[in-house]
């Protein structure tokens, strides 16, 4: 499956931005799909995940309240919605997706897609 994320750019502390993520395929439903984000000189960072279905969601817990990750089947797309975005988030966010049977990751190295990154960019 290949991944394509969108959505990111500029926005002062506070606000609000939404990622896309489009995959690729007729088997997007069963796939296992995660945000991630990396920081300059940061590793990896787990943000989110959804289940197949959609049921089961995990989130970090510093987004916990102000994120909300969802994913439309019939659209192959994964969302990220981001409210009172803080600057330290300021980062690469990268959408992935795996076919390992289990219900939801929160680790990237059981991811086996990545798409290409968006920046989101934080001001003060």
């Known amino acids: 499956v290949q991944l394509q994320a969108s959505g990111g750019g500029l926005v002062q502390a506070g606000g609000s931005l939404r990622l896309s993520c489009a995959a690729s395929?007729?088997?997007?439903?069963?796939?296992?799909m995660g945000w991630f984000r990396q920081a300059p000189g940061k590793e990896r960072e787990f943000v989110a995940t959804?289940?197949?279905?959609?049921?089961?969601?995990t989130y970090i817990d510093s987004v916990k309240g102000r994120f909300t990750i969802s994913r439309d089947n019939a659209k192959n797309t994964v969302y990220l919605q981001m409210n009172d975005l803080k600057p330290e988030e300021t980062a690469v966010y990268y959408c992935?997706?795996?076919?390992?049977?289990?219900?939801?990751?929160?680790?990237?190295?059981?991811?086996?897609?990545w798409g290409q990154g968006t920046q989101i960019t934080v001001s003060s």
């Open positions: 395929g007729q088997t997007f439903r069963s796939y296992v």
């Open positions: 992935a997706a795996t076919n390992l049977a289990v219900l939801t990751t929160t680790t990237p190295r059981e991811y086996t897609y």
């Open positions: 959804i289940s197949r279905g959609g049921g089961n969601r």
